[in-house]
């Protein structure tokens, strides 16, 4: 009797948890209905310049919501971390844990390589860029490092946007705790980052 006891609280423990679970993903796909007007459907791009976001690895998801969001301190709104032209109004709407929502919501989702027509010279110029080797040791040789979730995926992002990311952060716009990382670019040539945009754009 006992033990049948044991087992049944386990077993409604379990359910309580799981459910508990989806529930968090439902809100998070709830708050995402708003966002697929731009972010197309599961988060996945329609426009050039407007990111992907389904299957977007969640810790950089979380992060880049999270700095883009303006903060208020002692009453006084502060200017967020990272630029953005629209984000900036949305995301003073949601609390951090409708932010989490929406982030374990959008990495659950396929990522769906962009199939916006690319400028294939640019594409040929960026794969044999000098810089290439560098910008792979991070975000790996397909555009996808599984390893760290903090590390964007590029591979198959829309190409102006991965472009305009690039200057923002050659032009100290996004002043993110893991930005320095990205210091290469201020090396890097404007007309070389748009090849190398494109050419990860390219990846699947
Ligand atoms: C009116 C169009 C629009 C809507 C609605 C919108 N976004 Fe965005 N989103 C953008 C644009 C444009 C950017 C690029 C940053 C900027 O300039 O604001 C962006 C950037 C992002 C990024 C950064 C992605 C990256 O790779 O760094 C995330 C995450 C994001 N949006 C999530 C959301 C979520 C979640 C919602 C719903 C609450 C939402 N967006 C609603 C247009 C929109
Ligand atoms: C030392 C590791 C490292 C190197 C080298 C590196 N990156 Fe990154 N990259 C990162 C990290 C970490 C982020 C996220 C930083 C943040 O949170 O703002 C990032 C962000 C990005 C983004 C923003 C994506 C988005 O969704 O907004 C792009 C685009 C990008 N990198 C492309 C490149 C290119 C192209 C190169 C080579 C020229 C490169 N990276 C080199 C680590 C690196």
Redesign the pocket.
């Known amino acids: 009797m006992r033990k049948s006891i044991i087992f049944l609280s386990i077993v409604m423990l379990t359910i309580a948890f799981s459910s508990a679970y989806a529930q968090e993903n439902e809100e998070g796909r709830r ?2 209905n ?2 697929s ?3 197309g459907t599961a988060g996945a791009a329609v426009s050039d ?3 992907s ?1 389904g299957g ?1 690895h969640k810790d ?2 979380k992060n ?2 999270m700095d ?1 969001k303006p903060m208020v301190v002692d009453g006084k709104e502060q200017t967020p971390k990272r630029y ?5 109004i ?2 003073k709407g ?1 609390s951090e844990s409708e932010i989490e929502a ?1 982030a374990d919501w ?1 990495s659950s989702r396929p990522w769906v390589p962009t199939s916006y027509p690319l400028n294939q010279d640019l594409v040929a110029k960026g794969k044999v860029s000098k810089h290439l080797e560098t910008c792979v040791s991070c975000h790996a040789a397909n555009g996808n490092n599984t390893s760290d979730a903090g590390i ?1 995926r590029i591979g198959g ?1 829309v190409p102006t ?1 991965l472009y305009n ?1 690039l200057l923002e952060y050659k032009n100290d716009k996004r002043m993110t705790e893991r930005a320095e990382e990205m210091a290469i670019v201020k090396e890097i040539s404007d007309e070389e980052l748009k090849a190398l945009a494109e050419y990860f754009s390219s990846l699947k």
């Not at 953005?84 to 900036?88: F, I």
């Open positions: 708050f995402g708003f966002c007007s731009c972010h310049a407007i990111p976001i977007q950089y998801l880049s919501m883009m953005s032209t629209l984000m900036k949305f995301l949601y929406m959008y964007p992002q946007y990311s």
